[in-house]
């Protein structure tokens, strides 16, 4: 497919209360889908709990917010994404999930783990990148604190189409968050997109904020409110972005680099 339909999805999530979470977006979510129709729809960070270090909220591999995606991805006809707090054995992660409505599944374990929140107390850190092949598209998965990162996000021999960044992004620091993803954008000449959560946790109060931003930096989505979420939606062209990178490649001066200790696959 030439051009991906992408909307992001924003709200208040009730604090580490996943039932109460879901069930209030449950209904918004299934209008808006069945209204507009996305090929991708995606959630913020720990989507249905909030950004708790709290073991008591990981869930299980399998467990009931993971459910709740494969069940919304299904129905709904549309790829979901979103992370969860996983335990995994006896580690925890903050794993981003990418569902798609035919069942297939990726997972990114956060790489970069927000310390001043003690998120690297609670979960261990990612070991690898992950890029999506969806829909003729290469989906790049990213989380938060992961945005502040260049050399992380670099889209080298082009590996990305989109860099995904899913987030619990508080107000007070909103404006790095814009200034971040429209660097990203720009450095790595593909679509960018950043979806926040809205309301207040036990630490902090987030304002949204949610974008779409093209292979220059320009903001291109629209706005659509349902059922008290907002969604942000664009409809992304692969055609434009490969005639930009063509004329204009500054990815092939890039420097090479190897970050140790990790796997890139």
Excluded at 54 to 75: F, I, K, V, Y
Aim: charged share 25%.
């Amino acid at each position: 497919m030439d051009r991906l339909k992408i909307a992001l999805c924003q709200y208040d999530i009730a604090w580490e209360d996943a039932r109460a979470t879901l069930a209030r977006i449950e209904g918004p979510v299934r209008n808006f889908c069945e209204r507009h129709r996305p090929d991708l729809l995606v959630f913020p960070e720990t989507f249905s709990v909030g950004f708790t270090m709290n073991p008591s909220a990981a869930e299980p591999e399998d467990g009931p917010s993971t459910q709740w995606l494969r069940r919304m991805a299904s129905s709904c006809r549309t790829a979901v994404v979103a992370s969860v707090p996983t335990l995994d054995g006896v580690r925890r992660f903050n794993r981003c999930r990418f569902i798609a409505p035919d069942g297939r599944e990726w997972r990114y374990d956060k790489r970069h783990l927000f310390t001043p929140s003690g998120e690297n107390g609670a979960y261990v850190p990612g070991d690898r990148r992950c890029t999506v092949d969806y829909l003729g598209w290469k989906i790049e998965l990213n989380v938060c604190y992961d945005l502040r990162f260049p050399v992380w996000s670099r889209n080298e021999d082009e590996r990305y189409d989109l860099l995904l960044n899913i987030a619990n992004w508080p107000e007070s620091r909103i404006g790095h968050a814009r200034a971040l993803l429209k660097a990203r954008a720009i450095e790595n000449a593909a679509y960018a997109a950043f979806c926040n959560r809205t309301g207040d946790d036990a630490f902090c109060h987030y304002n949204g904020r949610s974008a779409i931003m093209d292979y220059v930096g320009d903001s291109i989505a629209h706005s659509i409110g349902i059922g008290g979420l907002r969604f942000f939606s664009a409809t992304l062209e692969l055609g434009p972005m490969r005639y930009y990178r063509q004329h204009f490649p500054t990815l092939d001066d890039s420097d090479s680099y190897k970050i140790m200790n990790v796997n890139q696959s």
